[in-house]
């Protein structure tokens, strides 16, 4: 059982490049989300969904895109890559959202990301 | 609006030494509380949680108890381990909310000398 499994895991990008980190779940989660995280900061919430064909902002959407076209598939999209995209990305799913209680997220190892 | 703080680091401590990593949160209801970890060069995983005021989360010898009366949820365990060694993040999913909610807190590294 993999859980999710993000890919790359490093990348250098130059200003104006774009990019896509992809991420992949085996778990049949629903929801899914994509993270960003830099130093001292926690974890900032990019975009998320809650299923196949619905997407929706988080706390910091400027300049990245996602799609979800299946269960399984949650691609992060980098359009014009600038110095202050450089960070560490997670992606992140759960198995169910709403009032179920305890929402537990389960991450991939992470893409760190450097654009210079 | 909902956030969490937890103190902040580096927190280190010699082997067997006792741990307590504070976390305080602001919350309306009854928010679900969770430590997560992260080890070097890996993503966060659950470490433990609490669903209710009083609950107590346990895990790996790691503990922490939901208060209601002070918003806390503080993380303690009697006997560090080198292999502790992570940063650890605090963090609420307000209640009746999905994932895409949570607030994490800044995180607090621990390093362990043996």
């Known amino acids: 059982n993999a859980g999710v499994t993000q890919t790359p895991k490093f990348r250098i990008l130059k200003i104006g490049q774009s990019m896509t980190l992809q991420c992949t779940q085996d778990m049949n989660h629903n929801y899914m989300y994509w993270y960003r995280q830099d130093p001292g900061m926690g974890l900032k919430l990019i975009y998320y969904s809650v299923g196949a064909g619905i997407t929706d902002k988080g706390e910091v959407p400027n300049g990245y895109n996602v799609s979800r076209s299946t269960t399984e598939d949650f691609p992060l999209r980098l359009e014009l890559a600038a110095p202050s995209q450089t960070s560490v990305y997670f992606c992140?799913?759960?198995?169910?959202?709403?009032?179920?209680?305890?929402?537990?997220?389960?991450f991939g190892a992470g893409s760190r990301l450097t654009v210079l | 609006g909902d956030s969490v703080t937890q103190m902040e680091g580096p927190v280190t401590l010699s082997e067997e030494a006792f741990l307590t990593i504070n976390c305080t949160y602001t919350a309306t209801g009854y928010p679900s509380l969770f430590w997560y970890v992260q080890y070097p060069g890996e993503g966060l995983q659950l470490l433990l949680k609490a669903t209710k005021a009083d609950d107590k989360g346990s895990n790996k010898g790691f503990e922490a108890t939901y208060r209601k009366e002070t918003t806390s949820f503080h993380l303690e365990k009697g006997s560090v381990q080198v292999s502790d060694s992570a940063v650890y993040f605090c963090?609420?999913?307000?209640?009746?909310?999905?994932?895409?909610?949570?607030?994490f807190g800044a995180g607090t590294r621990l390093f362990v000398k043996a």
């Open positions: 963090a609420l999913s307000p209640s009746g909310t999905g994932g895409f909610k949570t607030i």
């Open positions: 992140a799913s759960t198995r169910e959202g709403g009032s179920s209680g305890a929402n537990v997220l389960t």
